[in-house]
């Protein structure tokens, strides 16, 4: 999915949050444990904050306002 410029930059902003960090927050106990295993030396204290995701009730969205709204033109909802 990333390019290998984009892959190179962001191991080099996470090994550098990974050294300097005193906290960070992870979505899910998985990125807890991948970063562990990817940065075993890292002192950061790790702090997950599990999260959902849920969508409004979409049966009372007004389809046609919402196209001009977003000029999303005639696409097939």
């Known amino acids: ?4 410029e984009q892959l190179k930059n962001r191991k080099r902003v996470y090994g550098r949050i990974a050294r300097t960090a005193k906290h960070i927050v992870l979505s899910s106990q998985d990125a807890s444990r991948d ?5 075993p030396q890292s002192q950061a204290i790790r702090h997950v904050l599990n999260f959902a ?3 409004p ?3 009372d969205v007004d389809i046609e306002s ?3 709204e977003y ?7």
């Open 35 to 39: 970063f562990k295993r990817f940065y």
């Open 66 to 68: 919402l196209r001009l």
């Open 71 to 77: 000029k999303l033109g005639d696409l097939p909802f």
């Open 53 to 55: 995701v849920t969508h």
């Open 57 to 59: 009730d979409h049966q």
């Open 1 to 4: 999915m990333f390019t290998q």
